[in-house]
């Protein structure tokens, strides 16, 4: 790959670069940890993510999105004393 490279106008790139760019894409598609743990064939998910934990910057602004979609606008509490 490395000789190949110069002939193709690109930067010589090792193969393990392309194993982190592949886990950087799936990461970036939205598959999770231990579905990309399993592809890599990572023995444990804890591999994986010590390995690319920082590629999932935003995940809690993901997570925090996702919980509020579920909640429902209420215009009378739960805790009411009215009659319904």
Known sequence: MKQNAPAA???PIRLHDLRHSHASMLIDMGFDALEISERLGHE???TTLDT???LY???NKKLAGALNKLRR???SSIYSTESP
């Open 9 to 11: 106008g690109l930067d």
């Open 73 to 75: 606008p209420s215009t």
């Open 44 to 46: 444990s998910v804890k």
């Open 52 to 54: 690319y934990s920082h």
């Open 57 to 59: 910057p935003d995940k």
